[in-house]
């Protein structure tokens, strides 16, 4: 049986902090990127509810236009009638 020496483990004691320190620098990135990615979605939800009031003022536009235009129709069909009776 092979006995372990002091330096052999203190080799081991190094190799083991280094791939830690390792390990750790790569969970703070993952980290950091989780955080960057979290931020673009919160703006690409904000500019979707922009959008999705956008589209919605445009599909209701239409309808106030027609709206309007009904009521221009009426209302020329009303002064044409007044006219009419009054003797224009």
Same mark, same amino acid.
């Given at each position: 049986?092979?006995?372990?020496?002091? $330096?052999?483990?203190?080799?081991?004691?190094?190799?083991?902090?280094?791939? $830690?320190?390792?390990?750790?620098?790569?969970?703070?990135?993952?980290?950091?990127?989780?955080?960057?990615?979290?931020?673009n979605l919160d703006?690409?939800?904000?500019?979707?509810?922009?959008?999705?009031?956008?589209?919605?003022?445009?599909?209701?536009?239409?309808?106030?236009?027609?709206?309007?235009?009904?009521?221009?129709?009426?209302?020329?069909?009303?002064?044409?009638?007044?006219?009419?009776?009054?003797?224009?």
């Amino acid at each position: 049986m092979t006995e372990i020496t002091i $330096i052999e483990i203190e080799h081991r004691l190094i190799q083991a902090e280094e791939n $830690i320190k390792e390990l750790f620098a790569k969970y703070n990135g993952a980290d950091k990127n989780l955080v960057a990615v979290t931020t673009n979605l919160d703006n690409l939800l904000i500019l979707v509810k922009e959008l999705k009031s956008s589209v919605e003022a445009l599909k209701a536009r239409p309808s106030t236009i027609w709206d309007k235009f009904i009521f221009a129709l009426i209302g020329a069909a009303a002064s044409a009638v007044v006219t009419h009776f009054i003797g224009g």
